[in-house]
Antibody, heavy 120, light 107 residues
Framework: EVQLLESGGGLVQPGGSLRLSCASS????????MSWVRQAPGKGLEWLSGITGSGTVTYYADSVKGRFRISRDNSKNTLYLQVNSLRTDDSAVYYC?????????????WGQGTLVSVSS | DIQMTQSPSTLSASVGDRVSITCRASQSISSWLAWYQQKPGKAPKLLIYKASSLQSGVPSRFSGSGSGTEFTLTISSLQPDDFATYYCQHYNSDSRTFGQGTKLEIK
């Protein structure tokens, strides 16, 4: 079964950092681009960052550029998101998502999400 | 940045109804549009990609149409399991933008 499982969320103070992880199984992880998408409570979906299968190309939404860093370890079938300088408006459920195929960021598999709460 | 606007924001309908949700792009996006369904507390589920291609395993009552700036998701006969929030998403090499969502409610 194709599966993604996020972890690493939690309660953090403004200005703090977290490292989110997304463990994959059931597919050839290194062959697929991956992304992170978040959803603030009661709000819509916001794409944050993506990375190619090899990990050589990364790209970010303007809202998180310079604060968040995406990476992957293909030997561990795991995707990461380092989130720094957290603000209260970064509070959200963070999802990892797998590209359907090819070079386009349409997502056929999603994790269950990990909740990040930023509060003093 | 390309903006995606969905309408309506909320839609009330009954089981068996045919319903349509519209997604408009602020500029032409060819057919680079996907539709997702999301239920409370769950991750989004891909329904349609490239405007009209049905994702594997998705019931055929779901269909997508459109190109350029105007797109439609149609559910031909609503089933109880279809009451959820639906999002469109534009995707290309430079942009990945979701619409604000349409909540489909039971009338």
């Amino acid at each position: 079964e194709v599966q993604l499982l996020e972890s690493g969320g939690g309660l953090v103070q403004p200005g703090g950092s977290l490292r989110l992880s997304c463990a994959s199984s059931g597919f050839d992880f290194s062959n697929f681009g991956m992304s992170w998408v978040r959803q603030a409570p009661g709000k819509g979906l916001e794409w944050l960052s993506g990375i190619t299968g090899s990990g050589t190309v990364t790209y970010y939404a303007d809202s998180v550029k310079g604060r968040f860093r995406i990476s992957r370890d293909n030997s561990k079938n795991t995707l990461y998101l380092q989130v720094n300088s957290l603000r209260t408006d970064d509070s959200a459920v963070y999802y990892c998502a797998k590209r359907l195929n090819g070079d386009h960021d349409v997502f056929d598999i999603w994790g269950q999400g990990t909740l990040v709460s930023v509060s003093s | 940045d390309i903006q995606m606007t969905q309408s309506p924001s909320t839609l009330s309908a009954s089981v068996g109804d045919r319903v349509s949700i519209t997604c408009r792009a602020s500029q032409s996006i060819s057919s680079w549009l996907a539709w997702y369904q999301q239920k409370p507390g769950k991750a989004p589920k891909l329904l349609i990609y490239k405007a009209s291609s049905l994702q594997s395993g998705v019931p055929s009552r779901f269909s997508g149409s459109g190109s350029g700036t105007e797109f439609t998701l149609t559910i031909s006969s609503l089933q109880p399991d279809d009451f959820a929030t639906y999002y469109c998403q534009h995707y290309n090499s430079d942009s990945r933008t979701f619409g604000q969502g349409t909540k489909l409610e039971i009338k």
